[in-house]
T-cell receptor, first 113, second 112 residues
Framework: EAQVTQNPRYLITVTGKKLTVTCSQNMNHEYMSWYRQDPGLGLRQIYYSMNVEVTDKGDVPEGYKVSRKEKRNFPLILESPSPNQTSLYFC????????????FGQGTRLTVV | AQSVTQLGSHVSVSEGALVLLRCNYSSSVPPYLFWYVQYPNQGLQLLLKYTSAATLVKGINGFEAEFKKSETSFHLTKPSAHMSDAAEYFCAVSDSNYQLIWGAGTKLIIKP
């Protein structure tokens, strides 16, 4: 089954404690991205990657890091989380075609206290 | 730069009534347009997409959307709302860098 898997689904952490949210896809997609979703603001892209070792900033990259060492994995790293990073995070993947469908993970609800 | 505007952050309709969710886009080239749906506590999934093959596009769960170039619109409709349609709906356009430009989303509320 084609899917994007994120872990964990829920996470409560304290300010400053480094964390990683994992994302894995099984569709051999070149393109992967991370979004955060906040009430009234819709989806905002954090980082994206067009292939292995190729990553670029989205609209709201501050405070986040990513890596793309393998095609299937695209982890999101918060080196020093702050309360304003409390949000719902989604990983997505797609092939590099203009009309292609993006596949989303189930989301990670992060709370930073 | 391309942009997507969804009119109404919340739309409320009665069960059985027509659903109309509005989406307007700005694009200097022929666009690829998408509607995604997000059910509570889930990720987004594709509802339908326009890729220039036909201006009226049919999607899952009885939804359809019509591409109107003259109005730069891609409104989503369903003839008869069902309680299970309660969700948030996002319109998006694909730009020349393979990026999806997203609307802010419209939450559809179904009244019994």
């Amino acid at each position: 089954e084609a899917q994007v898997t994120q872990n964990p689904r829920y996470l409560i952490t304290v300010t400053g404690k480094k964390l990683t949210v994992t994302c894995s896809q099984n569709m051999n997609h070149e393109y992967m991205s991370w979004y955060r979703q906040d009430p009234g603001l819709g989806l905002r892209q954090i980082y994206y990657s067009m292939n292995v070792e190729v990553t670029d900033k989205g609209d709201v990259p501050e405070g986040y890091k990513v890596s793309r060492k393998e095609k299937r994995n695209f982890p999101l790293i918060l080196e020093s989380p702050s309360p304003n990073q409390t949000s719902l995070y989604f990983c997505a993947s797609s092939s590099l075609l203009y009309d292609t469908e993006a596949f989303f993970g189930q989301g990670t609800r992060l709370t930073v206290v | 730069a391309q942009s997507v505007t969804q009119l109404g952050s919340h739309v409320s309709v009665s069960e059985g009534a027509l659903v109309l969710l509005r989406c307007n886009y700005s694009s200097s080239v022929p666009p690829y347009l998408f509607w995604y749906v997000q059910y509570p506590n889930q990720g987004l999934q594709l509802l339908l997409k326009y890729t220039s093959a036909a201006t009226l596009v049919k999607g899952i769960n009885g939804f359809e959307a019509e591409f109107k170039k003259s109005e730069t619109s891609f409104h989503l409709t369903k003839p008869s709302a069902h309680m299970s349609d309660a969700a948030e709906y996002f319109c998006a356009v694909s730009d020349s860098n393979y990026q999806l430009i997203w609307g802010a989303g419209t939450k559809l509320i179904i009244k019994p």
